[in-house]
């Protein structure tokens, strides 16, 4: 509230004052505006000198660290005459510099005819700098560049993308522009949905003077993101929550908060329970969170719906992210246990886990064949080989859920 009082003085210093009370004296307010102004831009510029010592300290030790790993992998590389290919862009951009790009390719050797580049949106300003020479190079040779990539998922700035690069070009007599309009990937509904919600939270912005370069309303204008869908179908709910009032003047903001996420949990339980009865399987069904503690607290939520009636009738099978690691597959540790049977014969933890994981009727095959490899056959054959005869022979590829491990 004082930040916006104090933008409303200096964008209009006499706005809120009366003409009595200012008679003389608008010079000295117009002043005391610009003072003020002066502050204003002082205190911003400080904020963001403490904010960068207060992140600085957080992480000293790790940034000190990472400082130690650079210079010694820096020195390794000298030694051993060697090139981080993480540094190759900003070398390329060192030689090119004002000189003609040919004559880097020509003593390069090399030579391009057409180039595609995709996913283009994830490309850093470094990485523009050097690819706009290869595109004027290409050109020159009446050769073609074509660039695939989508603005909108240049938000997150993937390894330092920027996306204004995309942005900005336009369709001239050197540039065709095509926009893909068509969905082939979400539902009817899904696509109509994000047409008019992005349209729409982009003309907020623009109002609200947050979208100052006018970028983000162009992008999402309405010719712009309007999509023809492919696939019917498709369901879109939103649901906001108000916040929980207040039952007593002594209820802390700590009690107000437990009964917001009570309220959510109650919501997020329902909402499950309509999709199950519509027909939806919980295999189909995710739920995102901002952090690993909130999915911490969705888990334990859901491990106290024992007593829920409709949970109980079709209960959530759950499982930690624990359950994912390889050493948790049976399959791979089949594999594992076997190949140490092969190389110890005498290993008896790894025989007794080979035999309780293969069938009475498996049991001589198995074991004959183990005897085998155990001589100098897996010497000769191929250890990827080997790991598949050992998958073929215990059926590994055929137990459930074990294909992804």
């Given amino acids: 509230v004082v930040t916006q009082t104090i933008d409303a003085f200096i964008a209009n210093p006499t706005d809120k004052i009366t003409k009595k009370f200012l008679g003389a004296r608008n010079e000295w307010v117009e002043r005391l505006a610009a003072d003020f102004a002066a502050f204003r831009q002082k205190t911003e510029e400080g904020l963001i000198c403490i904010n960068s010592c207060e992140l600085s300290t957080k992480n000293l030790n790790p940034l000190r660290l990472l400082d130690t790993i650079d210079k010694e992998v820096r020195a390794i590389n000298r030694e051993s005459n060697a090139f981080m290919l993480?540094?190759?862009?900003?070398?390329?951009?060192k030689l090119v510099g004002t000189d003609e790009?040919?004559?880097?390719?020509?003593?390069?050797?090399?030579?391009?005819r057409h180039i595609m580049i995709d996913e283009f949106q994830d490309t850093s300003r470094l990485q523009w700098a050097n690819l706009r020479h290869l595109f004027c190079e290409t050109a020159s040779?009446?050769?073609?560049?074509?660039?695939?990539?989508?603005?909108?998922q240049g938000?997150?700035?993937w390894r330092g993308g920027d996306w204004n690069a995309l942005a900005r070009f336009t369709d001239d007599e050197y540039t065709e522009i095509k926009h893909l309009e068509r969905n082939y990937r979400s539902g009817e509904r899904i696509v109509r949905f994000n047409n008019a919600l992005f349209v729409r939270a982009?003309?907020?912005?623009?109002?609200?003077g947050l979208d100052e370069t006018q970028l983000l309303t162009k992008l999402y204008d309405e010719r712009e993101v309007a999509q023809q869908q492919h696939n019917a179908g498709g369901f879109?709910?939103?649901?906001?929550?108000?916040?929980?009032?207040?039952?007593?003047?002594?209820?802390?903001?700590?009690?107000?908060?437990?009964?917001?996420?009570?309220e959510v949990e109650h919501e997020l339980a329902e909402q499950i329970v309509r999709m199950r009865k519509a027909g939806v399987p919980y295999d189909k069904m995710a739920i995102l969170v901002r952090v690993k503690a909130e999915a911490q607290q969705v888990l334990s939520f859901f491990e106290s719906l024992s007593d829920h009636e409709d949970f109980r009738k079709d209960p959530?099978?759950?499982?930690?992210?624990?359950?994912?690691?390889?050493?948790?597959?049976?399959?791979?540790?089949?594999?594992?246990?076997?190949?140490?049977?092969?190389?110890?014969?005498d290993d008896g933890v790894a025989r007794a886990y080979v035999e309780a994981h293969c069938s009475p009727e498996q049991h001589a095959e198995v074991f004959e064949k183990i005897h085998q490899w155990q001589g100098e056959f897996y010497r000769n054959v191929p250890f990827y080989e080997l790991v598949e005869q050992i998958?073929?022979?215990?059926?590994?590829?055929?137990?459930?859920?074990?294909?992804p491990y």
């Fill in 155 to 157: 938000i997150y700035r």
């Fill in 101 to 112: 790009v040919s004559f880097v390719f020509e003593r390069a050797g090399t030579n391009f």
């Fill in 236 to 262: 879109v709910r939103i649901h906001v929550l108000p916040k929980p009032a207040a039952q007593s003047e002594t209820e802390s903001e700590e009690e107000l908060a437990a009964a917001e996420e009570q």
């Fill in 141 to 152: 040779t009446d050769n073609s560049s074509m660039i695939v990539g989508d603005v909108k």
């Fill in 316 to 345: 959530i099978q759950l499982m930690s992210d624990e359950a994912f690691l390889l050493e948790a597959s049976p399959a791979v540790q089949t594999i594992v246990h076997t190949l140490r049977l092969i190389l110890h014969a």
């Fill in 86 to 93: 993480a540094y190759t862009p900003l070398l390329f951009h």
């Fill in 202 to 208: 982009a003309q907020v912005l623009d109002r609200d």
């Fill in 391 to 403: 998958v073929e022979l215990f059926a590994l590829n055929a137990q459930k859920g074990q294909a």
